[in-house]
Nanobody, 124 residues
């Protein structure tokens, strides 16, 4: 199993940028997809973005398309989420997750490992 640790969250003004990192350890020699999800207070967890095992395939939620970019560096066992043009509605705890699939994975229940989350707060 893969263990995940997120970092890079913080407080930013609307229109600003943050880059989240998701560092993996454990069985990182296996091919796995990674996804980012977020959960705002009082709301359900929602899908943000996913990337396949080699970084060629990506998929984004409509709400972040064109503003967020997911990427991965398998040499560093790290997946990134570059977030530009942040809005107050992007405020949430962001989680990364790993799935034992080689393609993109959109559904939370298909992920096997989850990080502890990192808080992103966007002020207006």
């Amino acid at each position: 199993q893969v263990q995940l640790v997120e970092s890079g969250g913080g407080l930013v003004q609307a229109g600003g940028s943050l880059r989240l990192s998701c560092a993996a350890s454990g069985r990182t020699n296996s091919r796995y997809a990674v996804g980012w999800f977020r959960q705002a207070p009082g709301k359900e967890r929602e899908f943000v973005a996913t990337i396949n095992w080699n970084g060629v395939g990506t998929y984004y939620a409509d709400s972040v398309k064109g503003r967020f970019t997911i990427s991965r560096d398998n040499n560093r066992n790290t997946v990134y989420l570059q977030m530009n043009g942040l809005r107050p509605e992007d405020t949430a705890v962001y989680y990364c997750a790993a799935a034992r699939y080689t393609g993109v994975v959109l559904t939370a229940r298909d992920y096997d490992s989850w990080g502890q989350g990192t808080q992103v707060t966007v002020s207006s």
